[in-house]
């Protein structure tokens, strides 16, 4: 009996917070948690806000920008995304709070994802968002945003040097803000811009899971990742951090390399498996360095 009643109490509760939910057109629920400005968001203005984003089962944070760089948009009503937080913006005002709710089903019907490990059908994903001001143009915004960025910079290299200090790690600071641990040089002269670099790697959240390796001889990855130094984008390129440590190895090298979000994958993250802000350590060995080979011309274009 008393369980039937805690059930019953239960489900009322359930019932009474759904129903302080709105909806928008598309089917977003939502819920605005009004902040004292009676002032709403006017098509035109650029806003500073901060949104988070939760995953069923267990309400995981799959992205957030509190207590990181805050998000920067233009109110534009003629480009509203269906289906989105965006619907609900010029109900706010500067300080509103407002928690809302999307379909994964919807979002897969309008091409924004499919269904994967991480979206699954019938899924709802949990929503908070909340409006800190309006800025008066552009100018602004890009000064806000840099001056965000710095604060962000700031405390991730902090972050990494409490990390070094409690475990007790000696390690060389690179120019990007990455620290190598060498423990060992390797022989021959070390690698420059454009010399290949046959490398071990095993890629892991810094103080936490691994994520991606060549190392282990049962995977299904065993071969040497070929490094070009000083690659911008294409084959052969790596992070800023990793493309720097490597250049303190010589062949036979073997250590760490601790680097910083901003010098890794920074606020986008690398989903699924590397998370936004995310700081990493690479244990790496230098299998080989060589001058990499030259660019083949394009073939030539046959006359008429």
Do not use: W
């Amino acid at each position: 009996m008393k369980k039937t009643i805690a059930a019953l109490l239960s489900a009322t509760v359930l019932l009474a917070s759904c129903n302080q939910y709105e909806k928008t057109p598309s089917g977003v629920k939502y819920k605005i948690t009004k902040g004292g400005n009676k002032q709403t968001l006017k098509q035109g203005d650029f806003i500073k806000f901060n949104i988070e984003y939760k995953m069923p089962p267990k309400d995981s944070v799959f992205s957030s920008t509190f207590n990181r760089i805050p998000g920067y948009m233009l109110v534009d009503s003629a480009r509203i995304p269906k289906h989105s937080f965006q619907e609900i913006v010029t109900k706010l005002a500067p300080g509103d709070k407002v928690d809302f709710v999307l379909s994964v089903d919807s979002l897969k019907k309008l091409g924004y994802l499919d269904y994967d490990n991480v979206f699954h059908a019938r899924d709802m994903i949990k929503g908070r968002a909340e409006i800190i001001k309006v800025l008066p143009g552009k100018e602004s915004v890009e000064k806000d945003m840099e001056s965000e960025m710095k604060v962000e910079k700031d405390r991730e290299a902090k972050d990494l040097q409490t990390y070094l200090t409690k475990n007790n790690i000696k390690a060389q600071q690179t120019p990007s803000g990455a620290y190598v641990q060498v423990d060992r040089q390797g022989d021959g002269a070390k690698p420059d811009t454009g010399n290949q670099v046959k490398l071990m790697y095993r890629g892991s959240i810094l103080g936490g899971k691994e994520f991606d390796t060549n190392m282990n001889p049962n995977g299904m990855n065993t071969q040497p990742l070929v490094v070009i130094i000083g690659a911008k984008g294409g084959n052969g390129s790596v992070i800023p951090g990793l493309d720097e440590g490597l250049r303190m190895f010589g062949k036979g090298g073997k250590g760490k390399v601790f680097i910083p979000a901003f010098a890794g994958y920074g606020a986008q993250g690398r989903a699924p498996l590397i998370p936004p802000y995310a700081s990493m350590v690479f244990d790496v060995e230098v299998v080989d360095i060589a001058t990499a080979p030259a660019p083949q011309p394009a073939p030539a274009m046959p006359r008429r």
